[in-house]
């Protein structure tokens, strides 16, 4: 079995910066793609950023773009996620998410890890 799972979660005040990182294990696997999502309190689950796994391309939800940065290691299954200038409408859970090849979407998902931004 795959797993996912995420760490670097915590307590900022807004302007801050919090790293992000999530590590898969568990059964080898190709993974067509990694990211991150997020849910606040009351609301759906929305996408965050992604990479896809061959050739590094990058995605960004508009309300994160220029703030966050997605990246991942060069030699295991994890992704990191480097959040500049937060704001209080970042607080969220935030997830951790792979895509397997051959999966139609991101079939593996981490337990979450919280982020809180004050004001």
């Known amino acids: 079995q795959v797993q996912v799972a995420e760490s670097g979660g915590g307590f900022v005040q807004a302007g801050g910066s919090l790293r992000l990182s999530c590590e898969a294990s568990g059964r080898p696997f190709s993974a067509y793609a990694m990211g991150w999502f997020r849910q606040a309190p009351g609301k759906e689950r929305e996408f965050v950023a992604s990479m896809r796994w061959s050739g590094g391309s990058t995605y960004y939800s508009d309300s994160v773009k220029g703030r966050f940065s997605i990246s991942r290691h060069s030699r295991k299954y994890a992704v990191y996620l480097q959040m500049n200038s937060l704001k209080p409408d970042d607080s969220a859970v935030y997830y951790c998410?792979?895509?397997?090849?051959?999966?139609?979407?991101?079939?593996?998902w981490g337990q979450g890890t919280q982020v809180t931004v004050s004001s």
């Open positions: 998410a792979a895509q397997r090849v051959g999966s139609n979407g991101y079939d593996v």
